[in-house]
């Protein structure tokens, strides 16, 4: 298989996961996999989430692909290939940028990462299942519109929530 090819493959894999990440984020662990989730909506001890079980059995289904892959399906290999990747990035956005659990040395920088930093807190704004807005992680929508989803959402909740977002 050609190069292009792969890395098409590579791309559509990060692509698909974050559509899929979006979708898991929203109807399961705002859903049913609450319970996992919730440790990361509020404070913790210690180094680690229930919520990190999650990341888990994503990384065990990346090792899947590159184990099949490797049996003679390589596209396989390069969609696991995209899901790491994949990993990668959303470590150093949401565990990074957003949550300083990783010994990052820098803040967001420029426009887009620091709207991605700021749809996240954004997530993070209502401390429940439901309620919250922005669910994906490597791409977010406009802030202001996020906020006006928020602040109906929580309205709604009969709540009313200060957005502190300043950065
Ligand atoms: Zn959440
Ligand atoms: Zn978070």
Redesign the pocket.
């Known amino acids: 298989m050609s190069i292009l090819l792969n890395l098409g493959i590579v791309l559509a894999a990060v692509i698909g996961m974050e559509i899929f990440a979006w979708a898991i984020h929203k109807y399961v662990m705002h859903g049913i996999g609450w319970g996992w989730h919730e440790s ?1 909506h509020t404070e913790t001890d210690g180094l680690f989430e229930k919520n990190d079980l999650y990341a888990v059995v994503f990384s065990c289904i990346a090792a899947a692909c590159f184990i099949i892959g490797s049996m003679g399906h390589s596209w396989l290999w390069y969609v696991g290939l995209g899901l790491t990747l994949y990993g990668v990035l959303y470590a150093v956005v ?1 565990d990074g940028l ?2 300083r659990r990783l010994p990052f040395p820098r803040k967001a920088r420029g426009r887009y990462m620091k709207r991605l930093v700021q749809a ?1 807190r954004l ?2 704004a209502a401390h429940t299942k439901d309620g919250c807005v922005s669910f994906g992680f490597i791409w977010a929508q406009d802030v202001r519109k996020l906020k006006a989803e928020l602040k109906q959402n929580l309205s709604r909740q009969g709540r009313s929530h200060q957005t502190d977002i300043a950065e």
């Open positions: 990361h949401h957003v949550h996240h997530h993070h």
